[in-house]
């Protein structure tokens, strides 16, 4: 079955300071794909990234990076430099591979961390 | 485009009463579906649809029903209120096969049963 654990329910940083935050998964399949959603407190869901199980790149965008590493099943995301406006809940989420057709569109959410910048 | 949009925003039920959330997308997406969110909790799947006729159960259904006959319009009905439903809800919507791929979220629903 498929999980995804998000340890860390709240962290709290002052701004201009460097944060992760931790995603760990589980699934049987070897093809299954990654995703990162903000929720700000206007509360509407925001996609920031989708990884594949293929691609163990890391990946930079900006303040905000993504370390895949299969061998732990993480999925971990680093904002630098935080902001005040990344201020939100983060989840992770999951979805299994369905084979030569893609993925499934069905998503497997973490409980999210609530992400607090304080100026 | 409008994306995602969701009616109502807000809705107070009174236990056993019935009613619909609206959910239409304009992207022609052949995938969507209904999430709930619980304090502490995520994001829960309840019911989803890879295209028009096509309707699955995900992995709260219970006490839901959804039914697919366009390709943009995807309502969730709750048949009998419980206080166990007081939840926000999520519709989404993405392109589908081959996926999976980003799911795009409507505004939400804050729904309170008394």
């Known amino acids: 079955a498929q999980k995804v654990t998000q340890a860390q329910t709240e962290i709290s940083v002052v701004e201009k300071e460097d944060v992760t935050l931790d995603c760990v998964y589980e699934t049987r399949d070897t093809t299954y794909y990654l995703f990162w959603y903000k929720q700000p407190p206007s509360g509407e869901l925001v996609f920031l990234i989708r990884?594949?199980?293929?691609?163990?790149q890391n990946e930079i965008s900006g303040r905000y990076s993504w370390n895949f590493q299969k061998s732990t099943s993480s999925f971990n995301f680093t904002i630098t430099a935080s902001q005040v406006v990344d201020s939100a809940v983060y989840f992770c989420?999951?979805?299994?591979?369905?084979?030569?057709?893609?993925?499934?569109?069905?998503?497997?959410f973490g409980k999210g961390t609530k992400l607090t910048v304080n100026p | 485009n409008a994306g995602v949009t969701q009616t109502p925003k807000f809705q107070v039920l009174k236990t056993g009463q019935s009613m619909t959330l609206q959910c239409a997308q304009d992207m022609n997406h052949e995938y969507m579906s209904w999430y709930r969110q619980d304090p502490g909790m995520g994001l829960r799947l309840i019911h989803y649809s890879v295209g028009a006729g096509i309707t699955d159960q995900g992995e709260v259904p219970n006490g839901y029903n959804v039914s697919r006959s366009t390709t943009e319009d995807f309502p969730l009905r709750l048949l009998s209120a419980a206080p166990s439903q007081t939840s926000v809800y999520f519709c989404?919507?993405?392109?589908?096969?081959?996926?999976?791929?980003?799911?795009?979220f409507g505004p939400g629903t804050r729904l309170t049963v008394t």
């Open positions: 989404a919507s993405s392109q589908g096969d081959p996926g999976p791929y980003e799911q795009y």
């Open positions: 989420a999951l979805s299994e591979g369905g084979g030569p057709q893609g993925g499934s569109e069905k998503l497997v």
């Open positions: 990884r594949n199980s293929f691609d163990e």
